[in-house]
């Protein structure tokens, strides 16, 4: 009885100490992403999605030409990716008529996760990206990326008020 009464005191005690203090989560923490720079890639980033080893390659050649608002919003527009755990395999297995339909899908998804992330505290990169993308109106990239305007437009509706 008294084993149970002390065993009941030191669990109460405990929890009283504990108060205010953040609980442990029993999900495994979010995988830590490299990030590695690489001046002879040909793209200013891309994104590898990996459960346990995420990595994000940039060009930091390219990230300079673009200064630091765009560029920040590209590097938050690849971890939206990981975030979004997008991989181009489920596209490419996919019905080649969609494959580039769901492409640019993810490529918008990255885009609006990007300028949420962002916030009103990143608010220069989204319309930095804003700008860039606006200035490409109906051109795109290749036929995996929506066009400049779509994406402009995309990001616009995503950004914090």
Known sequence: MINRLLTVVATGLAALLSAGRPVSSTRPAAPQVREIADAALR?????????VHPVIYYNPTLMRQFGPELGMFFMAHEH????????????????????????????????????????????????????FFSRLGDRSFDTEHPTGTTRAAKILSCMPR
Do not use: F, W
Request: glycine content about 6%.
């Open 80 to 131: 939206a990716h990981i975030t979004l755990k997008h991989t181009r395999s489920g596209a490419l297995r996919s019905d080649p008529s969609q494959r580039d339909r769901l492409l640019q899908q993810k490529e918008l998804e990255a885009d609006c996760l990007a300028a949420r992330s962002l916030g009103v505290t990143g608010r220069e990169g989204s319309l930095a990206a804003v700008r």
């Open 43 to 51: 793209d200013v980033a891309v994104a590898v999605y990996d459960s």
